[in-house]
């Protein structure tokens, strides 16, 4: 009877002593795999872009302001600006909606609510980050464009500003979600000093708390704004699909993502210079982020805390 409970734990040890073995491997394989879509990604992105590049100029690219590159003759051009100011406006005007009603319900839900009406609010909170996007963009035009047009009589039917603050709305979620528990990681030793020392609860939360946080909300603020310049449904139907390079957030616009969904349709010839904006316009899109990335990170790294 001892050697068969001796032979089942031989044989039990030995199984996990295998998994313990190949397991690191297959999680390299998933780890792996990620990095090479990533690459994949960044190679079709720059192969392409050189063959668009092959033809017009670089320069002529990131410093011309008309783009109409599906035009024919003497009025195509190819400057990417309007694209560009297009998206920072839209992004612009989501994070004056977003970063402030964000990091509030963060302080709030971190701070202030107790533990049963925290456990209602946030994922309540949270289920704006499940609704698709095209629901989104619908309800901004809609619904939020009218009742801008009754401020604003001089407002047209797709303007920057109505999808500015759906998608400020959008990445509300995202931003609170995150700060909160960025907060919530802060000790509650420092808390304890603050209010030993006379401070209010307003006081420990603006003074210690979000300063202590800094690394955690700046990160979140990043991704949300990521996800505002990266989003495309909700500036497709609401922002329009002109190529303006105003600043003026009651007309309308065009981003980096919706032009590439309306070159995506099927009408432009492949291999085409026309089709090939996509992938110069992808490129760019790209570099913008993985700029607010990087900075991100340097913030991160210069204000992070750490308790032991």
């Not at 190819?78 to 005007?93: A, D, E, K, N, S």
């Not at 464009?145 to 920057?160: D, G, H, S, V, Y």
């Not at 495309?232 to 007309?251: D, K, Q």
Request: proline share 5%.
């Amino acid at each position: 009877m001892a050697d068969k409970v001796a032979a089942s734990d031989f044989k039990r040890k030995k199984k996990l002593y295998s998994s313990d073995r190949y397991m690191p491997v297959v999680l390299a394989l998933f780890a792996g795999l990620s990095i090479l879509t990533t690459i994949g990604i960044v190679l079709i992105l720059v192969t392409e872009a050189y063959h668009f590049f092959e033809v017009v100029p670089f320069w002529d690219f990131i410093t011309g302001t008309k783009w109409t590159p599906l035009f024919g003759g003497d009025q195509q051009a190819f400057g990417v600006l309007p694209l560009v100011v297009g998206t920072f406006l839209i992004t612009v005007i989501a994070c004056i909606v977003a970063i402030p009603i964000g990091l509030g319900s963060a302080i709030y839900l971190s701070e202030y609510a107790p533990h049963k009406i925290r456990t209602i609010l946030k994922p309540v909170l949270e289920i704006l980050a499940g609704i698709p996007t095209i629901v989104y963009g619908f309800f901004a035009l809609t619904f939020v464009t009218p009742i801008i047009k009754e401020l604003f009589p001089q407002t047209m039917m797709f303007n920057a500003l109505s999808a500015g603050l759906v998608v400020g709305v959008m990445i509300i979620p995202m931003i609170s979600s995150l700060s909160e528990d960025a907060m919530n990681a802060v000790p509650r030793s420092l808390r304890d000093a603050g209010y030993a020392l006379g401070s209010t609860k307003l006081e420990v939360a603006i003074k210690i708390v979000v300063p202590a946080a800094f690394s955690g909300i700046v990160s979140s603020f990043v991704l949300g704004i990521s996800r505002a310049i990266g989003e495309t449904m909700i500036v497709t139907v609401a922002a329009g699909l002109t190529p303006n390079m105003s600043f003026n957030p009651l007309e309308s616009v065009q981003t980096l993502t919706a032009y590439i969904v309306s070159v995506s349709s099927g009408d432009t010839t492949y291999g085409s210079v026309p089709y090939l904006t996509i992938y110069s316009v992808g490129i760019t899109l790209f570099v913008l982020t993985l700029i607010m990335n990087i900075i991100a990170g340097y913030i991160s790294r210069k204000f992070r805390e750490e308790y032991q």
